[in-house]
């Protein structure tokens, strides 16, 4: 059987192994190189094989039908460049090409990869813009409220979530030493100023929303996951609002609406979104408090990507992803 042969440029970083791992245990696919510059000519296991890491100007991008750039945001938008060069289609995980970066925040020059909802643009693209962990988490949760208007215009859609440490990135920080996440519990980039901001108001936008968005993310002492908790002011209560969830998500493999909050145990290593929806008692104004889960690194990052692939080559959507 052909497998398609696929490149991954940042392979040593989180997402990048992740994403290495999926690779080797998708049955259409072949790691054709994964690069590393500082641990260039280093031999490291991925599933059942061994891979020897290149350095990014030694990465064969020729042989490549896909490339993942899983490099850092600001620096990945060159070697997507010389990856198009070679004629290799391009997955995207960094913030370079997504809606709400250099391009200004209505920009949607580039497909965003957020697959549920906007599959369509998917196929046939030459670059797939991979989304932001939180706001895979935050747009799948809401998107199905502003689709249908029922989110008052306006108002201000709260969300505070929280995310493992390999959110924070591979490179060595003090303030993610084991000694310093330990049984601690802290919010962080607060003053609504995190930069996955500008895409998830852009998306909002354009889905048809008008609502500011509040979001105060948190570290938590766990390697990987996300909890958002998202408060969202409605027109008015329906006897049971999940339907509207259950219905607009109907066939999606990973989309799960549960009828208790979930946790990370329901997501860690799988590529889904899980969500719940339960109706805000004692207040004025009725509100919907969503709980959506994910793992960072899988949905969040290199599943998604893999989605985003499948799609893109015309392969079975689910092929290759841990559901």
Same mark, same amino acid.
Request: glycine fraction near 10%.
């Given at each position: 059987?052909?497998?398609?042969?696929?490149?991954?440029?940042?392979?040593?970083?989180?997402?990048?192994?992740?994403?290495?791992?999926?690779?080797?245990?998708?049955?259409?696919?072949?790691?054709?190189?994964?690069?590393?510059?500082?641990?260039?000519?280093?031999?490291?296991?991925?599933?059942?094989?061994?891979?020897?890491?290149?350095?990014?100007?030694?990465?064969?991008?020729?042989?490549?039908?896909?490339?993942?750039?899983?490099?850092?945001?600001?620096?990945?938008?060159?070697?997507?460049?010389?990856?198009?060069?070679?004629?290799?289609?391009?997955?995207?995980?960094?913030?370079?090409?997504? /809606? $709400? *970066?250099?391009?200004?925040? &209505? =920009?949607?020059?580039?497909?965003? %990869?957020?697959?549920?909802?906007? +599959?369509?643009?998917?196929?046939?693209?030459?670059?797939?813009?991979?989304?932001?962990?939180?706001?895979?988490?935050?747009?799948?949760?809401?998107?199905?409220?502003?689709?249908?208007?029922?989110?008052? /215009? $306006? *108002?201000?859609?709260?969300? &505070? =979530?929280?995310?493992?440490?390999? %959110?924070?990135?591979?490179?060595? +920080?003090?303030?993610?030493?084991?000694?310093?996440?330990?049984?601690?519990?802290?919010?962080?980039?607060?003053?609504?100023?995190?930069?996955?901001?500008?895409?998830?108001?852009?998306?909002?936008?354009?889905? $048809?929303?008008?609502?500011?968005?509040?979001?105060?993310?948190?570290?938590?002492?766990?390697?990987?996951?996300?909890?958002?908790?998202?408060?969202?002011?409605?027109?008015?209560?329906?006897?049971?609002?999940?339907?509207?969830?259950?219905?607009?998500?109907?066939?999606?493999?990973?989309?799960?609406?549960?009828?208790?909050?979930?946790?990370?145990?329901?997501?860690?290593?799988?590529?889904?979104?899980?969500?719940?929806?339960?109706?805000?008692?004692?207040?004025?104004?009725?509100?919907?408090?969503?709980?959506?889960?994910?793992?960072?690194?899988?949905?969040?990052?290199?599943?998604?990507?893999?989605?985003?692939?499948?799609?893109?080559?015309?392969?079975?959507?689910?092929?290759?992803?841990?559901?």
């Amino acid at each position: 059987m052909y497998k398609v042969p696929v490149g991954v440029l940042g392979a040593s970083g989180y997402a990048g192994r992740e994403l290495c791992g999926l690779i080797a245990q998708h049955p259409g696919l072949q790691l054709a190189f994964a690069s590393a510059n500082e641990q260039r000519g280093q031999r490291v296991r991925i599933g059942s094989s061994e891979v020897t890491y290149v350095a990014a100007d030694d990465a064969p991008l020729s042989k490549a039908e896909v490339v993942f750039t899983a490099l850092p945001h600001g620096a990945a938008a060159t070697w997507v460049g010389n990856a198009r060069a070679t004629g290799a289609r391009v997955v995207d995980l960094s913030s370079d090409f997504r /809606p $709400g *970066a250099a391009t200004g925040a &209505s =920009a949607f020059t580039t497909p965003y %990869g957020l697959t549920e909802l906007m +599959r369509a643009t998917i196929p046939g693209a030459e670059i797939v813009a991979n989304p932001g962990c939180y706001p895979t988490a935050v747009l799948i949760a809401i998107a199905p409220l502003i689709t249908e208007g029922w989110i008052v /215009p $306006g *108002a201000t859609i709260n969300v &505070s =979530a929280a995310s493992g440490v390999t %959110g924070a990135g591979y490179s060595p +920080r003090p303030d993610l030493l084991f000694a310093e996440v330990a049984e601690d519990f802290r919010a962080y980039s607060v003053g609504n100023e995190h930069r996955h901001l500008a895409e998830m108001r852009a998306v909002i936008a354009k889905l $048809g929303g008008d609502n500011d968005i509040l979001f105060t993310p948190h570290l938590l002492p766990v390697a990987r996951g996300i909890l958002a908790t998202i408060t969202v002011p409605v027109k008015e209560y329906v006897e049971n609002p999940a339907a509207l969830w259950r219905d607009s998500y109907d066939g999606e493999p990973f989309i799960e609406i549960a009828d208790q909050p979930p946790s990370l145990k329901d997501v860690v290593r799988r590529n889904v979104v899980r969500l719940s929806v339960a109706k805000a008692a004692n207040m004025r104004q009725p509100t919907l408090i969503i709980i959506a889960a994910i793992d960072n690194l899988v949905k969040g990052a290199a599943g998604q990507a893999l989605q985003n692939a499948n799609v893109l080559l015309g392969l079975e959507e689910q092929t290759g992803l841990p559901a």
